[in-house]
């Protein structure tokens, strides 16, 4: 865990939502000027589908190399990131821009011949249908005054005139197409474009640093955690420790030394059984019950006459997990209090069952109960059981522990986990 916190990750955009951004963009640009050019009944759309297809490959292309040179700002500050893009966007611009009129060109001249063939077609239509309006007219020579200033012209060579005529405009609006105007004009919407996906990079940036400062904040707090919890669980085992040292210590003295043997046996086997999970995970509630029993037959060395153990669990929560050793201030509590407090036998019984989806551990026995003299350095251990628990699950636990009929009772409740 430490290891990544000091590990140096800068945040960024993964290229893949920088690709589905940039096809997002010219994907909806390479709609909306089709939807255009259909909803304004425009000729040959399947060509300039066509064309427009090229534009919007190399223009994903350019926003991709825009994107290399951006990404060089990722970890500076806000307004260097913002001029970049401003700064940036303006050659990209222009060469979409020069793009877009190179690929266009030829089919502007197209265009261009093709209405105009289709204007002459239709100012000759009209010619032809004005010469049968007077009748008179139609009678007389080509070329003569037929009275009254009207004066009937030869037809080819106004069909000539007006040639000439409409050479003379086509050769201006070809000048005029090919002026810088229109590139000046396509590049300022393509600027805008390009302005447009560098404000959606950076908040797709700063969406990624603050996920960045949340993982951080979040990995601080599990290496908390775990201190935490190493802490209080290495205050079990000292204190597990200071208890059997003593009992052993009694059994030599006495020359008990058979039974002080199988002690130590017992607490090799206690030892080799705990100290071998981490002390920040979970373990099987079976294990925890078997870690139990291994304790109470050390006890029991000391109280062979008085301890009795029931232990009740059922197979379907065998499986189920809970934070290692977290019963054994609760055991430890019933023996100090309740079977070395009496000259009879005591029962400690510890069960677990199943709840709404929540975990149920109870810790019993029918002694005498906790006297009032005892109730500090009782609560310590209930104390270091609630801070794990709460440690480990937040609130969502219900530790409670009080004097019952015929003794004594302490009962957590914490959610039912199955898969570590």
Excluded at 140 to 156: A, L, T
Aim: proline fraction near 4%; charged fraction near 25%; hydrophobic fraction near 45%.
């Amino acid at each position: 865990m430490i290891a990544s916190l000091s590990k140096d990750e800068r945040p960024s955009v993964p290229f893949r939502i920088v690709l589905y951004s940039v096809v997002g963009l010219w994907a909806t640009y390479y709609a909306l000027a089709y939807l255009r050019w259909e909803m304004l009944g425009m000729e040959f759309a399947g060509e300039m589908a066509r064309l427009r297809a090229i534009v919007v490959i190399v223009g994903a292309a350019v926003t991709l190399v825009l994107w290399t040179l951006l990404r060089l700002f990722d970890a500076r500050p806000l307004w260097m990131k913002v001029v970049a893009a401003l700064v940036l966007a303006l050659p990209a611009s222009l060469l979409l821009a020069q793009v877009n009129n190179y690929v266009f060109a030829d089919m502007n001249k197209f265009m261009e011949r093709y209405y105009y063939e289709q204007y002459l077609e239709q100012e000759a239509r009209s010619s032809r249908g004005s010469d049968g309006q007077d009748a008179g007219i139609a009678d007389q020579p080509e070329g003569r005054v037929i009275g009254r200033g009207v004066e009937v012209f030869d037809r080819d060579e106004l069909a000539e005139e007006e040639r000439e005529e409409r050479q003379d405009f086509r050769q201006i609006d070809i000048g005029t197409l090919s002026s810088i105007g229109p590139l000046v004009e396509v590049a300022f919407s393509r600027y805008f474009m390009m302005l447009a996906w560098c404000a959606l990079y950076l908040a797709l940036l700063t969406g990624e640093k603050a996920r960045a400062a949340e993982r951080r904040e979040q990995e601080f707090k599990n290496a908390a955690k775990a201190a935490e919890l190493r802490s209080l669980r290495y205050q079990v085992n000292p204190h597990f420790l200071f208890n059997t040292l003593n009992s052993l210590s009694a059994l030599v003295l006495t020359g008990k030394t058979e039974r002080a043997e199988q002690m130590i046996q017992t607490i090799s086997r206690f030892y080799r059984h705990s100290l071998v999970d981490d002390p920040t995970s979970d373990v099987l509630l079976e294990q925890e019950f078997d870690l139990q029993k291994l304790y109470l037959n050390i006890e029991a060395v000391r109280f062979p006459e008085r301890l009795r153990c029931v232990f009740e669990l059922p197979d379907a929560l065998a499986d189920a997990r809970v934070p290692g050793m977290i019963l054994q201030p609760l055991v430890e509590n019933s023996v100090k209090y309740a079977v070395s407090a009496v000259n009879r036998p005591v029962t400690i019984t510890i069960s677990a069952k199943e709840e709404f989806d929540r975990l149920v551990i109870t810790v019993s026995d029918d002694g005498p109960g906790a006297p009032e003299q005892a109730a500090q350095g009782f609560g310590i251990g209930l104390a270091n059981v609630r801070d794990r628990l709460e440690a480990r699950f937040g609130q969502d636990v219900v530790l409670s522990s009080a004097s019952v009929k015929g003794g004594y009772k302490s009962e957590m409740r914490i959610p039912l986990t199955r898969n570590g």
